[in-house]
Every structure is written in C-alpha cells, then in structure tokens.
C-alpha cells in the first residue's frame, strides 16, 4: 500500500464515527505548497454536496467527503492483477461517488460499476456505521468488512483484526499496533497520535472526518516535515453545508 487509512465506531471509539486518511506521495510536484479545499454544491436534488480537500488546479478528488456523512480514504494498491488507464480515472470516480452515493455501500456500488483502471485500496465509511474496505483493479474488485475475522489476509498482508475497525496502509505493522493500543478511544487525539507513528516522509496531508457531526480536520505539508507534524485546521460541517 501507498497511503494508510482507518474507519473506527462502536466499541472502538468514544461514540462517534470516525476515518482518517495519510497521503503519502511525490514531493516533487509541490503539491503541498498550494493546498486548497473546495466545497461543490449540486444544482440537482438527486446529486449530494461535496468536499474536496486537494490543492490548486486538481480537478479531481484524492480525499473527500458529502454532506450524507460519507468519506473515502484512498490508497495505492499495486499487489493486483488487472491495470489498465482505458477507463475512469480514480481522481474522477472518487469524485463521482460521493456526488451520487447517499451512503457507503451505494459508494461501493458506483465503484463496482465503473470502467475501472489502476490498482487502488479504498476504505468507505458512512455516519451510520458502514465501513467497507476495497481492494480494486480493472479487472478485480474484492469487499473486506469489520467484523467478519480476526485476521484478514491477502498475499503477504496480515492484518490482524479489531473490533468496530476496519484499517490499512503503508505500514500494516505499525498501525496494527497502534490500532490495538488504542482502541476504545479512537477520536480526534488518538487519530492524530496514529498518523505520528504510521506517516512516512512523504506525507503530504492527513485529513480526519468526524462523519458523526460532519467536521473535518485537515494538515498539510510545510517545510521539510510530514503533514503529521503540522498544526490541523479544523473546517467544521456548518462552513461548508448549505
């Protein structure tokens, strides 16, 4: 995996629905130095409002949540067979999702549909406790729920499981331990600690939704340290929701 992300509820955290999502990628583009959140409000009462934490000039979507309480945490898979750029780019489906998807399993519906193309993990969480992991190729599309093992397998990861968690990332070892250290008190702070140990250097931005109340918290890149070093900027749900 490229990237870590987790979804957390129930017994696993103090009440509320929580996700995080850890961007690891290339510095060189200098994406970090112009991030940018931008909010798109649907002319359509079929379409849901959605927030697009990226930077300037990207058309697509990397990190998002809508107005239904849905969020998607994306990661680089290349352990999958079936890659392909003859389709949707991921930057669009992401964005299309959660424009259409009213929660997480109908966002896994819309993905499943698609003309897919590259290798990706996705982890799709909603306010009413719906967490859904996915691993995704043109050609493969395969499901993990929370729950459901103790441990989940695939190929050489070994992700040992923890009730009301779904998890995955750049370091599975590390995350599993601080998953398990952890638990039952998953929240903004212990969210934030959890990025400090899992964030390699190129980390970018760590974005955690509350998709309980809605409100986010965002950090980004600056300098020579990782977006887990910075200060978050909470954007809370009535900033941005009509």
Aim: charged share 20%.
């Amino acid at each position: 995996m490229g990237c870590s992300g987790v979804i957390a509820y129930g017994d696993a955290t103090r009440g509320d629905v929580w996700q995080m999502r850890v961007l690891d990628y290339g510095l060189e583009l200098g994406l970090h130095k112009r991030p940018m959140i931008t909010v798109y409000h649907p002319v359509n009462t079929f379409e849901n409002t959605i927030v697009n934490i990226g930077w300037v000039g990207l058309a697509g979507m990397v990190t998002g949540v809508n107005n239904r309480g849905v969020a998607i945490s994306e990661m680089r898979y290349n352990s999958i067979e079936g890659k392909t750029l003859a389709g949707e780019p991921m930057v669009f489906l992401m964005k299309r999702s959660l424009r259409f998807g009213n929660s997480a399993p109908e966002v896994v519906s819309i993905m499943r549909s698609a003309k897919r193309t590259n290798g990706y993990g996705y982890l799709v969480g909603d306010r009413e406790k719906n967490a859904i992991g996915v691993l995704a190729s043109a050609n493969e599309f395969v499901e993990f729920r929370p729950n459901t093992a103790k441990v989940l397998e695939r190929g050489k990861d070994v992700l040992p499981q923890y009730k009301d968690v779904l998890y995955c990332g750049h370091y599975n070892d590390r995350q599993a331990a601080s998953v398990q250290k952890l638990h039952g008190t998953l929240a903004l702070s212990t969210l934030q600690e959890m990025a400090l140990s899992i964030a390699p250097e190129s980390n970018l931005q760590v974005v955690v939704f509350n998709l309980t109340t809605g409100d986010l918290w965002v950090a980004n890149k600056r300098g020579k340290g990782r977006a887990a070093d910075t200060t978050y900027v909470k954007f809370p749900r009535d900033a941005w929701e009509k």
